[in-house]
């Protein structure tokens, strides 16, 4: 009897499991209560974390801080004097050209599903389902966010789905890469003229609208040619063992 009571036990707990897999209408509502009470729990353990670091570490913070201070204060220099130069320049040329990207911080909720570390439902104010974003960590492409059932998910740059426009090399030969689910990335339809070797770096071309030209993505590490195209395995400078927070790029141009 007792064998009998475990399979049927057995039986309806994965159909239960099958069900929230693989139906979108039963995944909804529970993926977003789930969402919800994640975000809490981020909250109030930043709060606490936050509230101990003022406690216990508040003059290495504090030291860290300034020494940051100074250090940004004169990049802040540099780049006013560059954008003045910039300035000066359109000024002088009566160019139209405006620049107006805008970036923004944004926090990782948690894996899209357990074992699959390459997908992540963010944390996105006023988000805009129909775009694809870019985002960043410390200047290093990290992946793009999609709209999944409403809701912004990010793909880092190894999963398959996550694909951008780049350069290759100091020729800028162009190409796009995605991932292919593992630590390297493939960058695919570079032109077969286009001279490009080892140790290469890549970076976005700014063509997709998704990224602004010029953030790392990383090395090429070996060249193949298929079908009157290039192609280049790239070993990515972004490791996402720790994803908590990434620069969005809401808009750019």
Excluded: C
Excluded at 21 to 49: D, F, G, V
Excluded at 62 to 71: C, D, P, T
Excluded at 162 to 179: D, F, Q
Excluded at 215 to 232: C, D, H, M, W
């Amino acid at each position: 009897m007792n064998k009998e009571l475990f399979s049927y036990l057995f039986v309806i707990i994965a159909l239960l499991i099958g069900a929230l897999y693989y139906n979108n209408a039963i995944q909804s509502p529970i993926i977003s209560s789930l969402n919800t009470i994640k975000t809490s729990y981020h909250n109030i353990n930043e709060s606490i974390k936050n509230s101990i670091d003022e406690y216990f570490t508040q003059a290495s913070a504090i030291k860290e801080l300034r020494q940051n201070l100074l250090k940004y204060e004169n990049n802040h220099l540099v780049m006013q004097e560059l954008a003045s130069e910039i300035h000066d320049l359109y000024q002088e040329n009566r160019s139209p050209l405006k620049l107006n990207t805008k970036v923004e911080l944004v926090r990782a909720i948690s894996y899209e599903k357990f074992g699959n570390f390459n997908r992540l439902w963010m944390e996105v104010p006023d988000y805009n389902s129909s775009k694809i974003y870019g985002i960043s960590y410390k200047e290093l492409v990290a992946g793009i966010i999609i709209s999944k059932n409403g809701r912004a998910l990010a793909l880092l740059n190894q999963d398959i789905k996550s694909a951008y426009a780049v350069y290759v090399g100091n020729n800028s030969a162009p190409g796009i890469v995605h991932g292919n689910n593992n630590n390297l990335l493939i960058v695919n339809f570079i032109p077969a003229w286009s001279k490009i070797e080892k140790g290469d770096e890549v970076i976005t071309s700014g063509l997709d609208n998704i990224f602004i030209k010029g953030l790392k993505v990383g090395r090429v590490i070996s060249v193949t040619t298929e079908q009157g195209y290039q192609n280049a395995i790239i070993e990515p400078y972004y490791k996402s063992n720790e994803p908590s927070y990434f620069h969005m790029i809401r808009s750019i141009r």
